[in-house]
């Protein structure tokens, strides 16, 4: 059974918040270690804010969600430099 995990993929000039389900915390780590994962709700986020993500949630296994691939594609141009 999955889970819910509020992420956030810091790209440098900003986050990019997002519901992912998976299988664990470890699983998502493994797959993902640029996200981070956050354990409690940030005060300054507001039910707006949790509900436009919860509409953007995605499952691990969507390899190609847009957020996935942006994540692939940083790590990609990270290690040829």
Aim: proline content about 4%; some cysteine; glycine content about 4%.
């Amino acid at each position: 059974m999955k889970t819910k995990f509020l992420t956030c993929y810091d790209y440098g000039q900003g986050g990019i918040w997002r519901f992912v389900f998976a299988e664990s915390k470890e699983q998502l780590s493994q797959l993902y270690p640029e996200l981070h994962i956050v354990n409690e709700q940030p005060p300054w986020m507001e039910k707006d804010d949790l509900d436009r993500m919860e509409k953007l949630s995605i499952d691990i296994e969507e390899t190609g969600a847009q957020f996935f691939k942006a994540i692939i594609s940083e790590r990609r141009s990270l290690s040829d430099e």
